[in-house]
């Protein structure tokens, strides 16, 4: 093989003698797959560390003696939490669950329906 067609040895393969390739379109959109894949994985991990930067940390409740004042420090840590979370999932949603999710399975949809039938 040459090193144009290793490049594209993912979606190529030799039958017999002969080396069949993939249309150029199918390509591309693998490509396109992956780089929408990739950018998915990219926001995943920022929205994560986000979350990590933004989550409280838990409250030393040594000092406090009297047990409705822990229970008040402990409750506030919750709702503290709970809105660390909420920050992150609803910047989750629309960035990839509305926005990148449906482009990433039109995209893989359109190369593996183009798989299926002859490109004429």
Known sequence: MSDKQSETID??????????????????????????????ALVTVVLVAFLWSNYPSPPNTDYIRDPAQAK????????????????????????????????????LGYIFAKSGRDDR
């Open 11 to 40: 979606v190529n393969g030799e039958v017999g003698g002969t080396t069949v390739q993939a249309p150029f379109v199918q390509r591309a959109g693998l490509r396109l797959a992956l780089g929408v894949g990739a950018l998915i």
């Open 72 to 107: 008040a420090v402990i409750e506030n840590f919750k709702i503290l939490a709970d809105l660390a979370v909420k920050n992150a999932v609803d910047l989750f949603h629309p960035i990839v669950t509305q926005a990148l999710l449906p482009e990433f399975t039109a995209i």
